[in-house]
């Protein structure tokens, strides 16, 4: 679970100010639990907004290298649009100005924009600089195995965006299953966003529709990346809705006979199921303290 959670805080459902968003992710970055903590995700067309607020709040940048300095995630527009090229110009000069001594030490290391189609993915593939990890969202709907294939060899992953606010923006669990399998078989890797704010699937009264838990999506990639589950499995797998049917252990966990170490888990982290985003931290960090799988402290850290 560490640097697992991308926090989305300006995005739905939480929607918070972009002042509140900044000020909660330095807050988390300077608590005992930070270790859970991962980029900031934070859309192209405001990144000056980020800078000016970041002030007093972000470590200040310090020749040659800044400790703690923030990893930011930032959103593009979609590959293949005059938008997207101005937004590629606006995250260098971001990088450029935050290398400099005395201002606020953030970084844009990674980048998150749809890709429509195989032309389109391969475009933007030869714009982007080489200090730029992107991720490329892929439509659930149709199989997206040709997508994939544009990503086969190359520095990049892809997102699958796995909830929203409204019943429609949920994918079904075979759609999410097809695609993880999909990038396991091929070497790609991949993150995910939206609608995992629980740990296990749960029906959401408000969203009105049954969404993942981020176990479900993170244990799930460690068994497919380990070739322990075909799609069928993983799909069954993504609807587990109880801790109870779950075993765990310090050197492994199971599930129906089917057992994955701790050290496949940490692989299939560091090569596959990089990291998920979500507006809310609270959330996700109470689900796994009332399943008992962290400990909670009165500051609000873990031991």
């Known amino acids: 679970m560490s640097s697992v959670l991308d926090f989305a805080g300006l995005y739905p459902p939480a929607l918070l100010e972009p002042k509140s968003a900044i000020e909660r992710f330095a807050q988390l970055n300077n608590s005992p639990r930070d270790w859970m903590l991962g980029r900031l995700v934070w859309p192209a067309a405001k990144l000056e907004e980020l800078s000016t607020l970041a002030v007093g709040l972000a470590p200040e940048a310090v020749a040659p290298t800044t ?3 923030w990893a930011i995630s930032c959103v593009l527009a979609p590959v293949g649009t005059p938008e997207f090229e101005q937004d590629l110009e606006r995250v260098q000069d971001f990088n450029e100005l ?3 001594e005395g201002q606020a ?5 990674s980048i998150e924009m749809r890709g429509n189609d195989a032309p ?3 475009l933007g593939l030869s714009q982007l600089p080489d200090d730029l990890f992107p991720y490329f969202e892929l439509s659930l709907d149709t199989d997206p195995r040709g997508l994939i294939a544009a990503l086969v060899g190359e520095e990049a992953g892809a997102k699958f965006r796995t909830g929203g606010t409204t019943p429609q923006a949920h994918p079904a669990a075979e759609n999410l299953a097809r695609a993880m399998h999909a990038c396991a078989a091929a070497g790609v890797p991949f993150k995910a966003t939206a609608g995992m704010h629980r740990a296990l699937c749960h029906f959401n009264q408000a969203a009105g529709a049954k969404q993942f838990g981020f176990l ?5 990639a460690a068994m497919i990346y380990g070739r322990k589950f075909d799609v069928e499995g993983l799909t069954q797998f993504l609807t587990v809705e109880s801790v109870e049917d779950i075993d765990f252990s310090e050197k492994a966990l199971s599930w129906n006979g089917v057992r994955v170490s701790t050290e496949e888990i ?10 998920y985003g979500s507006c809310s931290f609270e959330e996700p960090w109470d689900d796994l303290v009332a399943m008992e799988l962290i400990r909670a402290i009165p500051s609000g850290g873990a031991a």
Do not use: K, W, Y
């Open 67 to 69: 400790e703690g300095a």
């Open 105 to 109: 030490a953030m970084r844009i290391d």
């Open 98 to 100: 935050h290398e400099q």
């Open 266 to 275: 940490m692989e299939s982290r560091s090569r596959f199921c990089h990291s």
């Open 216 to 220: 479900n999506l993170l244990i799930g």
């Open 120 to 122: 389109s993915i391969e």
